[in-house]
C-alpha cells in the first residue's frame, strides 16, 4: 500500500479515552458519538483525508453499488436533507465529496492525524489501557481502542515472477493515482474480473487502443441502470427518511429490496421468467431479491444463474467469448454480485479480447508485458483488479497485542474469531466496527457501521455509568458466536462458492466464512438484547480488577 505524501507535524503524545483506527464513514461516526458522550478522542489514518475506501478506491468507474439515498448516514436530519446525490448509484467523486462535507459539517478533522499508519497497538494488562504507535513517533495511551479500518482496506498485489521487470506502468484499482490516468493510445492488460475490473474494464476500453482482460473465474454480473437522480425520487426519500430508515435497519442486508416472499422453484416458469425479466429491467443488486430462496435452495438459484447466464449469451456477440463470461462452477450470489454499466457489451468492441487464465495460469511479468504458456502478450500498462485480504487483512497485519503477549494475528491463524463481529476474547477494550462475524459485506455497509458505532458507544455508556474500565468477550460466549456463525452460512449456499468471503482468494488464507449472513435485522436484535441483558457474554473489571457482576 502506498504512502500518503507526509507532511510536517508534532508527534502526538498523551492519554485519550479513545484512539480510533481509520477515518472512513465508521470512524468518522465514532468520533462524532465519542464527542457527544464527551470523551476524548483522536483519529489516525494512513490517507491525507477522510473517505476510507472511497479515498483509496478512484479507479475508472469506481462507484457503489447501493443506491445513493440509502448509502448515507442516518444519525443527523440535517445531513440527510441538505446532501443532494446527483446520480442513483453515486460515483466515488461524489461520494468523497459527501464524507467531506460530512467531515466540514462536524468538524471532524481538528482530531484526526492523517498521513499517519499504526504500527502496533499493546494492551497493558495492569492499566487497563492501548499504548497505540504510528510510524510518525506518535505514542498514545488509550482506555479504548476502535478499530474502524474496513472491510476492503487491505489490496492483495499478486507475487507473479518478474514483476520489478515490467517497463511499462502498473496499478492497482484499490490505490489508483489521484491525479488519474491516461489510457489513450495504450495497450492495456487488466488482471482480474471482480467488481473493481467490472466497473473499469468499459471506461478503459473507451480510452485504450487495446484492452486485454485476463479471467481466471467469470462473475455474475447485473446491469445497474444508473443515471441522473430524479427529483421526484429524490423527495420521495427525504419526505419519509425516518421510517424508510426504520425499515432498511430490519431488512435482511440493510437494503430496502422489494423483496418478493416466494420461492423460485415453486413458480410457474413463465411466472418467475418475467419476475426475472424485470429484475434485471430494473436493475442492482436487487436482483438477489426476486425470489426468497435464491440463497438456501439449490433448484431455485439455478434458475435465477441460468437466465443470467442467457442475458450474457444474448448480450455478447462472439459465443467463445460469451461461453467464458457465463459463470457455471458456483451459485449465483455467493460470490459478491456485481452491478454494472456496459461491462457484457464492451466485449463486443474490436478492441476487446479476453483471455482464459483458469486452466493456463498468467506464468510472469515480463519486461514488456506478461506471459500465459506460450503464448506473450505486449502491454503498456498493466492494471492489477486482484482484490482484497478482506475483513482481517487490515487488522492482522497491524501489530495488535492483547493479554499475555498475544498477538491478533497469530489468534486468527486458522480464522477469524469474535463476539458479534464487535470484540475478540483476550484484546480487552478493543471494539472493532463491521468485524468479521458480523453482516458488513453482506449488508450496506452504512447501515452496518451506525449499528455497530451506536452499539459501542452505547456500551461505553454501560461502562462509565458503572465505573468499570475493562471488557472483553467470554471465551465461552465467542465459541458459541462462532459457531452460530458458521451454523448460519451452512444454511446457506455461500460456503460452495471460493469467494473472498471465505479467503480464498489470498493463498495460504484459512477457508473460512467470514461475515454474518443471519440478516442485519435478526443481528440488531440478537445485539440489542445481548446489552439489554447487561452485556451477556461479556466479562467486565472494574478500576481495581475487581470482577464486577453483569447486571
Same mark, same amino acid.
Given at each position: 500500500?502506498?504512502?500518503?505524501?507526509?507532511?510536517?507535524?508534532?508527534?502526538?503524545?498523551?492519554?485519550?479515552?479513545?484512539?480510533?483506527?481509520?477515518?472512513?464513514?465508521?470512524? +468518522?461516526?465514532?468520533?462524532? @458519538? /465519542?464527542?457527544? /458522550?464527551?470523551?476524548?478522542?483522536?483519529?489516525?489514518?494512513?490517507?491525507?483525508?477522510?473517505?476510507?475506501?472511497?479515498?483509496?478506491?478512484?479507479?475508472?468507474?469506481?462507484?457503489?453499488?447501493?443506491?445513493?439515498?440509502?448509502?448515507?448516514?442516518?444519525?443527523?436530519?440535517?445531513?440527510?436533507?441538505?446532501?443532494?446525490?446527483?446520480?442513483?448509484?453515486?460515483?466515488?467523486?461524489?461520494?468523497? @465529496?459527501?464524507?467531506?462535507?460530512?467531515?466540514?459539517? /462536524?468538524?471532524?478533522?481538528? !482530531?484526526?492525524?492523517?498521513?499517519? @499508519?499504526?504500527?502496533?497497538?499493546? $494492551? !497493558?494488562?495492569?492499566?487497563? =489501557?492501548?499504548?497505540?504507535?504510528? !510510524? @510518525?513517533?506518535?505514542?498514545?495511551?488509550?482506555? $479504548?481502542?476502535?478499530?474502524?479500518?474496513?472491510?476492503?482496506?487491505?489490496?492483495?498485489?499478486? %507475487?507473479?515472477?518478474?514483476?520489478?521487470?515490467?517497463?511499462?506502468?502498473?496499478?492497482?484499482?484499490?490505490? #489508483?493515482?489521484?491525479?488519474?490516468?491516461?489510457?489513450?493510445?495504450?495497450?492495456?492488460? *487488466?488482471?482480474?474480473?471482480?467488481?473493481?475490473?467490472?466497473?473499469?474494464?468499459?471506461?478503459?476500453?473507451?480510452?485504450?487502443?487495446?484492452?486485454?482482460?485476463?479471467?481466471?473465474?467469470?462473475?455474475?454480473?447485473?446491469?445497474?441502470?444508473?443515471?441522473?437522480?430524479?427529483?421526484?425520487?429524490?423527495?420521495?426519500?427525504?419526505?419519509?427518511?425516518?421510517?424508510?430508515?426504520?425499515?432498511? =435497519?430490519?431488512?435482511?442486508?440493510?437494503? /430496502?429490496?422489494?423483496?418478493?416472499?416466494?420461492?423460485?422453484?415453486?413458480?410457474?416458469?413463465?411466472?418467475?421468467?418475467?419476475?426475472?425479466?424485470?429484475?434485471?429491467?430494473?436493475?442492482?443488486?436487487? $436482483?438477489?431479491?426476486?425470489?426468497?430462496?435464491?440463497?438456501?435452495?439449490?433448484?431455485?438459484? %439455478?434458475?435465477?444463474?441460468?437466465?443470467?447466464?442467457?442475458?450474457?449469451?444474448?448480450?455478447?456477440? !462472439?459465443?467463445?467469448?460469451?461461453?467464458?463470461?457465463?459463470?457455471?462452477?458456483?451459485?449465483?450470489?455467493?460470490?459478491?454480485?456485481?452491478?454494472?454499466?456496459?461491462?457484457?457489451?464492451?466485449?463486443?468492441?474490436?478492441?476487446?479480447?479476453?483471455?482464459?487464465?483458469?486452466?493456463?495460469?498468467?506464468?510472469?511479468?515480463?519486461? %514488456?508485458?506478461?506471459?500465459?504458456?506460450?503464448?506473450?502478450?505486449?502491454?503498456?500498462?498493466?492494471?492489477?483488479?486482484?482484490?482484497? %485480504?478482506? +475483513?482481517?487483512?487490515?487488522?492482522?497485519? +497491524?501489530?495488535?497485542?492483547?493479554?499475555?503477549?498475544?498477538?491478533?494475528?497469530?489468534?486468527?491463524?486458522?480464522?477469524? =474469531?469474535?463476539?458479534?463481529?464487535?470484540?475478540?476474547?483476550?484484546?480487552?477494550?478493543?471494539?472493532?466496527?463491521?468485524?468479521?462475524?458480523?453482516?458488513?459485506?453482506?449488508?450496506?455497509?452504512?447501515?452496518?457501521?451506525?449499528?455497530?458505532?451506536?452499539?459501542?458507544?452505547?456500551?461505553?455508556?454501560?461502562?462509565?455509568?458503572?465505573?468499570?474500565?475493562?471488557?472483553?468477550?467470554?471465551?465461552?460466549?465467542?465459541?458459541? #458466536?462462532?459457531?452460530? *456463525?458458521?451454523?448460519?452460512?451452512?444454511?446457506?449456499?455461500?460456503?460452495?462458492?471460493?469467494?473472498?468471503?471465505?479467503?480464498?482468494?489470498?493463498?495460504?488464507?484459512?477457508?473460512?466464512?467470514?461475515?454474518?449472513?443471519?440478516?442485519?435485522?435478526?443481528?440488531?436484535?440478537?445485539?440489542?438484547?445481548?446489552?439489554?441483558?447487561?452485556?451477556?457474554?461479556?466479562?467486565?473489571?472494574?478500576?481495581?480488577?475487581?470482577?464486577?457482576?453483569?447486571?
Amino acid at each position: 500500500m502506498p504512502q500518503a505524501t507526509q507532511t510536517k507535524r508534532a508527534p502526538v503524545s498523551g492519554e485519550f479515552d479513545v484512539a480510533i483506527v481509520g477515518a472512513g464513514f465508521g470512524g +468518522m461516526y465514532m468520533l462524532h @458519538r /465519542l464527542r457527544g /458522550l464527551g470523551l476524548s478522542a483522536i483519529v489516525f489514518d494512513v490517507a491525507s483525508g477522510v473517505g476510507g475506501t472511497w479515498y483509496w478506491n478512484r479507479y475508472p468507474g469506481a462507484r457503489c453499488d447501493v443506491e445513493s439515498m440509502q448509502y448515507s448516514y442516518s444519525f443527523s436530519e440535517e445531513l440527510q436533507q441538505e446532501w443532494q446525490w446527483t446520480e442513483l448509484f453515486a460515483a466515488q467523486p461524489e461520494i468523497l @465529496r459527501y464524507a467531506n462535507f460530512v467531515a466540514d459539517k /462536524l468538524d471532524l478533522r481538528r !482530531d484526526m492525524r492523517f498521513e499517519t @499508519r499504526v504500527t502496533d497497538a499493546v $494492551f !497493558d494488562e495492569t492499566a487497563h =489501557r492501548w499504548t497505540v504507535r504510528t !510510524d @510518525r513517533g506518535d505514542v498514545v495511551s488509550a482506555r $479504548f481502542c476502535v478499530m474502524a479500518t474496513g472491510c476492503l482496506s487491505a489490496a492483495r498485489m499478486p %507475487d507473479f515472477p518478474g514483476l520489478s521487470s515490467f517497463k511499462g506502468k502498473t496499478y492497482h484499482t484499490g490505490y #489508483w493515482p489521484h491525479e488519474g490516468v491516461d489510457f489513450t493510445g495504450k495497450r492495456v492488460g *487488466v488482471i482480474g474480473t471482480g467488481s473493481s475490473a467490472i466497473q473499469a474494464i468499459p471506461v478503459i476500453a473507451a480510452q485504450a487502443a487495446h484492452v486485454t482482460v485476463f479471467q481466471r473465474t467469470p462473475n455474475y454480473s447485473i446491469p445497474s441502470r444508473n443515471g441522473p437522480m430524479p427529483e421526484v425520487y429524490s423527495q420521495s426519500w427525504k419526505g419519509n427518511y425516518p421510517a424508510l430508515r426504520a425499515e432498511a =435497519r430490519m431488512a435482511r442486508n440493510g437494503i /430496502l429490496a422489494n423483496p418478493n416472499d416466494v420461492s423460485a422453484i415453486a413458480t410457474p416458469e413463465q411466472e418467475r421468467l418475467a419476475v426475472y425479466e424485470d429484475r434485471w429491467a430494473s436493475g442492482g443488486t436487487t $436482483f438477489m431479491a426476486a425470489f426468497n430462496d435464491l440463497i438456501t435452495n439449490k433448484a431455485s438459484n %439455478d434458475t435465477a444463474a441460468a437466465f443470467v447466464r442467457g442475458k450474457i449469451k444474448a448480450i455478447v456477440k !462472439d459465443p467463445a467469448t460469451a461461453e467464458l463470461l457465463a459463470p457455471t462452477n458456483y451459485p449465483i450470489g455467493t460470490k459478491r454480485i456485481c452491478v454494472d454499466t456496459d461491462y457484457y457489451l464492451t466485449y463486443n468492441k474490436p478492441n476487446v479480447s479476453l483471455v482464459d487464465v483458469k486452466n493456463t495460469p498468467i506464468e510472469a511479468i515480463t519486461p %514488456d508485458g506478461l506471459r500465459v504458456g506460450n503464448e506473450e502478450y505486449k502491454f503498456d500498462a498493466i492494471v492489477f483488479a486482484t482484490g482484497f %485480504d478482506a +475483513m482481517t487483512g487490515a487488522l492482522t497485519k +497491524m501489530g495488535i497485542v492483547g493479554r499475555n503477549g498475544a498477538t491478533l494475528a497469530a489468534k486468527w491463524e486458522a480464522g477469524p =474469531r469474535t463476539y458479534l463481529g464487535l470484540m475478540t476474547a483476550g484484546f480487552p477494550n478493543m471494539f472493532m466496527i463491521t468485524g468479521p462475524g458480523s453482516p458488513s459485506v453482506l449488508s450496506n455497509m452504512i447501515v452496518s457501521i451506525e449499528q455497530h458505532v451506536d452499539w459501542i458507544s452505547d456500551c461505553l455508556s454501560h461502562l462509565s455509568d458503572r465505573q468499570i474500565d475493562c471488557i472483553e468477550p467470554a471465551l465461552s460466549a465467542e465459541d458459541a #458466536w462462532v459457531r452460530h *456463525v458458521n451454523e448460519v452460512a451452512d444454511t446457506t449456499l455461500y460456503p460452495s462458492a471460493a469467494s473472498w468471503y471465505m479467503g480464498a482468494n489470498i493463498p495460504g488464507k484459512p477457508r473460512v466464512f467470514m461475515p454474518y449472513i443471519g440478516g442485519v435485522g435478526a443481528y440488531r436484535q440478537k445485539c440489542d438484547e445481548i446489552a439489554a441483558k447487561g452485556y451477556e457474554g461479556f466479562q467486565m473489571e472494574g478500576p481495581v480488577n475487581a470482577a464486577v457482576a453483569a447486571e
